[in-house]
């Protein structure tokens, strides 16, 4: 079974910086994408980065600049730096593996908390 293993949340005043690292495994197809979702209380999830195995990126908008989405295809391995995070930044991230043969396969991760304190 595929399993993605998140680790880098928890607590960071505003202004600071966290690491967020995300390992894919046990995947029978290619892995071709993987990236971040977020989720707080009462607001739908939202994409935050995604990269491709060619290492082309997307942001939202509202983290472009601050974020930097980066991969190690080796060892299906995706990271997200966050840097000056903000309140509105705490949620839930959840890390995202999609998978390609004759259709897509999307895998999640369970999620790690990112609390930005004011």
């Known amino acids: 079974q595929v399993q993605l293993v998140e680790s880098g949340g928890g607590l960071v005043q505003a202004g600071g910086s966290l690491r967020l690292s995300c390992a894919a495994s046990g995947s029978r197809f290619r892995i071709d994408t993987m990236g971040w979702y977020r989720q707080a209380p009462g607001i739908q999830r939202e994409l935050v980065a995604v990269?491709?195995?060619?290492?082309?990126?997307n942001y939202a908008d509202s983290v472009r600049g601050r974020f930097t989405i980066s991969r190690d295809n080796a060892r299906n391995t995706v990271y997200l730096q966050m840097n000056s995070l903000k309140p509105e930044d705490t949620a839930v991230y959840y890390c995202n593996a999609r998978a390609f043969y004759l259709r897509a396969y999307d895998y999640w991760g369970q999620g790690t908390q990112v609390t930005v304190s004011s």
């Open positions: 990269i491709t195995n060619g290492g082309s990126t």
